[in-house]
């Protein structure tokens, strides 16, 4: 009788056409209804949370500005200065290549005196955030925390085809968005023009030197020309062949240090007119203005995502507290349970010696 009933038992999930597959699944969602208190609490408190916490979270907007560097001189002009001054001495006028070119302009938008310009200019008009710089707009006086922030929320980047560098700023106010991005393209046209300027005024003096050279040079050609031809005054009548060859070169040597000291003065005239000229350095493609739509938070992706996580948890919770029972022995839990009893009692007493050390000396002599 009692075997007839163990099989009864054992076989009471078992129906026509079900197999033991789905026989598992039946009892697994039986589980689960016992559990439901867990599945359904534990996401309904995760989904109240996100939800408080989505829509406390501000909007932020993207303000986006485009700007390339100008057009150089011409290329001989370059290609002259090129080779016969230093690479340290160039202007920044010179055609150099668009990578190049366009990671002087991302390393000046990252350095701290572009930065620093940045935070210090006064920013907005809006409805919403109060007149003043970016330290007093972040509620921070240090400056080196003003300058994390900032490029926190900054981001550059430069198309090595097209040359175009990008500028973007993500604030919670479009209006202080756009001012931004805006200040930063301002910034760095000055601070590129700085660098100008310095590197023009000391292409100037190095041209300035080089000319003294060179005069002296085209002076001991020309005296050196003179004096031979003052002692072969009949050379056109003779028949040596070195002499007619000598001729030549000091005639090559003068002709070329001639051209050498026009080049000097054309260069010389080049980085003075650099060094006094007040043209902007970049072509703004696009000014940034105040976004319409927002750019964040994406509110209803966050709820969902952190609803499934809490759901999945609670199940991995049932499951992970299931497979304890079946394969955990009752004895080796009852062992866990005492083991993290002792432990708690352990940490109490540390702490309470911690706390009252003369108090737990007495108790101990006692």
Known sequence: ????????????????????????????????????????????????????????????????AKTMRGIGKSPNVAASMAIMIPSSLLPSNIPLSGSLEGNIYLELLRSNPVTDSVLMQVYTDSLSVPKGTLPELFGTEKIESARQRLKRISSFSHDRKSGVISI??????????????????????????????????????????????????????EEKQTSFLAKNRNYQRGDDPELMLEVERLGRNVVFHRQLLLSLMQLKTNSDMERLKNTPNLTVLEWAQPPMHKSGPYRTRIVFLATIGAILFAIGLVILQVACQWYIPATTQQELVNSCNSVGEDVRYVVNRVRHPLRTLEKADV
Not at 8 to 19: D, H, I, V
């Open 1 to 64: 009788m009692l075997d007839r009933m163990t099989v009864l038992n054992q076989t009471t999930y078992l129906r026509s056409g079900e197999t033991a597959d789905l026989t598992f699944l039946n009892s697994f969602l039986k589980l689960l209804r016992k559990q439901r208190v867990i599945i359904y609490v534990l996401p309904a408190i995760v989904l109240i949370v996100t939800l408080v916490v989505a829509l406390r979270m501000p909007d932020k907007y993207i303000a986006t």
């Open 168 to 221: 973007q700023v993500e604030t919670t106010d479009p209006d202080l968005s756009a001012q931004i991005v805006n200040n930063y393209i301002k910034q760095l046209n000055y601070f590129r023009q700085s660098v100008d300027r310095k590197t023009a005024e000391r292409a100037s003096i190095y041209f300035e030197e080089r000319l003294v050279e060179q005069k002296k040079m085209l002076s001991k050609a």
